[in-house]
Every structure is written in C-alpha cells, then in structure tokens.
C-alpha cells in the first residue's frame, strides 16, 4: 500500500508544494523537445485522444524519466483508455509520483480514481470466473485464447476468491485516499462524485446520496469559477455510470429533501445539459408547486419548452418571469428578453406548438 503523507505536518503544506521536480542537466535542444512533447500530450488528452496524450508523454519521459507533468498527463491518459494491463501502468505511475513527494490533488485523485476502477475490474472478473464455474465450454474457450491451460474447479474458485480480495483491496484504499483529498479540499467535486460511485457500488445508498447532493450543491461556486462539473461527469465517467449518479440523485430528490427547491433546479439544470427537456421540465413544475411564487424555474422551464418547441408555453413562463423580476436590465433579463423576441417569432410554426397554458 503506497505510503499517504497526509497527516501532520503534510496537511498544512499541501497546496504550497510544487508541481514538478525537474531534473537538471538537460540541453536547450533537449529542453524544447521534452516541452513540445508535453504541451502536444496536453493539447491530445484535452481532445480526449488519450492514445496520442500517451505517447507524447512517454516522448517527453524519454529525456527528463521523473518530470511530474509528463508523469500525470501520462496517468491520466492510462487512466481514460479503461483498459486493464494500462490501469496497471496508471496505478504504478500515480504511485511512483506520491513516493516521490508530488502529492497535489491531481495526482492523489488520479490514484484514487485508478484504484476504484481497478476494484470494479476485479468485480467484473470475479463475476466472469463464476459464470465459468457452470459453463466448460466457454471456461475451455477462454483458455485456449489466453493460451494457458483450462482451470479445474478448485483452481477457479481460488481465482475467484483472490479477484474478489484484490476488489476489495483497491476500493478500500480508493475511500481512504478520496477522504484524504476531501479532508485537505472538502469542496473538490470529482472527489465527491468518485466516493458517491463508490458508496452507491457498496449499496451505502444513504452515504453516496450525501455526496452526489454535496456534490450538486458545489456546481453553482464551480461553475462561477468558469468550470462545469457536468462536463467533467460525461467526459469522465461510462454511460452506465452517469445513469447510476443521476438514478441516484433523482432517489434523492424523491427522500428527505423533497422541499429542497434549489436540487431540484439544480437536477433540472443537469438534465437539460443531457438534452432530457421534459425530464427538466417535470422537476421545474414540482419547484414551482413547491413556490409557486418563485421566478427561476419560470425562466429555466421556459427555456425547456422552447427546446422541445413548444413556444407559447416557452412565452408564457417566460413573462411570468420577467413579470416577477426587478427592472434591472441584468445578464439574466438579457436572456430572458431575447428569447421571448426569439420565441414570438416562432410561436405557431412549430406543429408541436400547443395553445398556451393556464398561468401558474
């Protein structure tokens, strides 16, 4: 188990350490060469082709091997491929860097991260080494590919019960570096999202839901910060993942915080990044039938409607709002303008247009 230097004195100088540890001795040609390298990584794993970011890392590592950046972008790149034999290389990288002394947020997340989907592997294996215990043929099939022998029963089960302690193993050290991040940085959202998967995998529901809101409840200061989480939730995580995430924020929504107004918007806003309108659009209503005498979720409702073409009730919540709204001609009633000049245009042309609704 990597060693975490997070208590004491570590806790306090965190954010102060550097990023890098350069090595010196490199040549100006050398110097530009490993720089290039790097920002070429950059520029490939922001476009998500992390098997280009990949390799241009490793370019840069051949001249400066313990340069930091080079380092994470490559763990990072492993990390995003999902494949086993490359979460191996990442888990190993992440490590190396830690022992190094490079213990910054990126880094201990990226290990987090590589350690939970490491643990998710094993399940995965686990469970197929199980289906192989009634199936010969497939277990014969699968061997031959692999080109080892078939395993007997016995051999099997001890496969099977090693997947299951080396899942285990992983997930456990997966929470204990995530609470460590979250204890230095309570509002790092990624952390948040990655502990409620695993929480929601280890059928804590009550746990996971109490990120995942956490987690909603952070979006507005990170998105003033010019960042946006759900970006990060669909460039980041598997479909059947984000479904779990938001089945489990909807749980939520239906529990303890059924008054909770600002989730509700706050779900809404996430499903109209997922182009689901009617799924905002059924959140919306319970906020207004929560206050009917609120204005946001006339403007955000509004908007919906005219996603889906419904225009004169896009109009109509869009009039309630700006009814509602001071006479400060803000960001917000800029917006709320042009789409009603937008929607009055285009009110009647659309067939999925309706006659417009009674006011709330």
């Not at 204890?183 to 999202?193: G, K, R, V």
Request: proline share 3%.
């Amino acid at each position: 188990m990597t060693k975490r230097p997070w208590r004491g004195v570590a806790l306090l100088t965190l954010a102060l350490l550097p990023a890098g540890c350069g090595i010196v001795g490199l040549s100006d040609k050398e110097e530009i060469a490993k720089t290039l390298h790097i920002q070429q990584a950059r520029g490939y794993y922001v476009g998500q082709r992390y098997d280009a970011a990949e390799q241009q890392a490793r370019k840069a590592l051949e001249y400066q091997a313990k340069n930091d950046v080079a380092n994470l972008i490559l763990g990072w790149s492993l990390l995003q491929q999902r494949n086993t034999f490359k979460l191996t290389e990442a888990l190993s990288t992440f490590e190396d860097m830690i022992e190094r002394g490079n213990v910054n947020f990126r880094t201990y997340y990226g290990l987090a991260l590589t350690r939970y989907r490491t643990g998710v592997a094993e399940i995965s294996r686990s469970d197929q080494l199980e289906r192989w215990l009634t199936n010969l043929p497939a277990r014969e099939k699968a061997a031959a590919k692999a080109g080892i022998s078939v395993p007997n029963d016995e051999e099997l089960k001890v496969m099977i019960s090693d997947a299951r302690t080396e899942s285990k193993r992983h997930i456990t050290e997966a929470i204990e570096d995530l609470e460590a991040v979250l204890e230095i940085n309570p509002s790092y959202p990624q952390a948040l999202l990655t502990l409620g998967q695993i929480y929601l995998l280890q059928k804590k529901d009550a746990a996971a839901l109490e990120n995942f809101l956490e987690y909603l409840r952070l979006a507005e200061a990170t998105r003033e910060q010019g960042l946006k989480p759900e970006d990060w939730i669909q460039a980041n995580m598997a479909e059947n993942e984000r479904n779990s995430i938001y089945a489990a924020i909807e749980k939520a929504v239906k529990g303890n915080i059924e008054k909770d107004i600002s989730v509700r918007l706050e779900v809404a806003r996430i499903l109209f990044v997922q182009e689901d309108y009617e799924g905002a659009i059924s959140h919306l209503d319970k906020a207004i039938e929560l206050d009917p005498e609120s204005r946001t979720p006339y403007l955000n409702r509004g908007e919906c409607y005219g996603k889906l073409e419904k225009y004169n009730a896009a109009i109509r919540d869009l009039e309630v709002f700006v009814k509602r709204s001071d006479r400060k001609y803000d960001g917000v009633m800029s917006k709320a303008a042009r789409l009603l000049v937008e929607y009055t245009e285009l009110a009647g042309q659309s067939p999925k247009d309706s006659p417009l609704p009674k006011a709330q």
